[in-house]
């Protein structure tokens, strides 16, 4: 394989492909069974939980959230704020609360953002729409304690982009105090997890059983903070 600069955009493309890469199963079967398991999830975490589902924190369609409590949520509480991912052009926030079960347990609230994916959003929009929806998220809900960001794959990007933010003109700062991403280059302080067995899209889907690797580094880092 040569250097992605002397590639035309068909081949970017495919090396590009996560799903391509997927050992499970074909590229077809890999992305429906992760709309399929993160749905499901969402599903049962909602029939489950003490939720706010399409919060608009904005006047447009894809500007709505949806906000998973914990039991007792009477005082404060740390939020894990999901972003998800699909390539900037699929996937929504109705598939993306599949994680809240195991955290909710252990008094953790759960925010799956949306935003407007393309062709209807642009990259700068999806950018605004994110920082947009933390800073509400800080002004309606006084007993947030402490914000936890997770970004998976497209959502990876809007999460490190929340982090660069210049919250002057949105009139707060998040009290943002992690994040589960890749930010060496960027100077933060950082751990390096390198998970075997899984790919691209299970590595996030797993985040709904508590005894999972990743779920036990995400609680454990909200506990030391």
């Known amino acids: 394989m040569g250097r992605w600069q002397d590639m035309d955009l068909e081949e970017l493309e495919e090396q590009y492909s996560p799903s ?18 993160t749905t499901a999830g969402t599903q049962k975490a909602q029939a489950a939980a003490h939720t706010l589902l399409h919060v608009p924190y904005g006047d447009g369609e ?10 007792d949520s009477s005082e404060t509480f740390p939020v894990f704020v999901y972003i998800h991912g699909g390539y900037w052009q699929c996937l ?10 195991a955290l ?19 990259m700068d929009a999806m950018v605004l729409q994110v920082r947009r929806s933390l ?20 959502g990876a990007h809007l999460a490190a982009m929340v982090l660069s933010t210049d919250w002057t003109e949105f009139g707060v700062v998040p009290d943002i105090r992690g994040a589960v991403l890749a930010l060496r280059s960027a100077g933060w302080s950082v751990s390096l997890l390198d998970l075997a067995s899984v790919d691209h899209f299970d590595i996030i889907e797993k985040l709904s059983e508590e005894t999972y690797v990743l779920t036990q580094v995400i609680l454990n880092m909200i506990a030391r903070s």
């Open 62 to 71: 894809g500007e709505k959230l949806d906000i998973y409590f914990p039991v």
């Open 135 to 154: 800073a509400f998220l800080v002004k309606q809900y006084h007993r947030i304690r402490g914000i936890y960001l997770c970004g998976h794959s497209a």
């Open 92 to 101: 929504s926030k109705d598939a993306s609360g599949f994680s809240a079960p």
């Open 20 to 37: 391509r890469w997927s050992r499970r199963m074909d590229s077809e079967s890999v992305i429906q069974a992760h709309i399929d398991v």
């Open 104 to 122: 909710l347990s252990q008094g953790v609230a759960v925010v799956a953002l949306g935003y407007d994916i393309a062709p209807k959003g642009h």
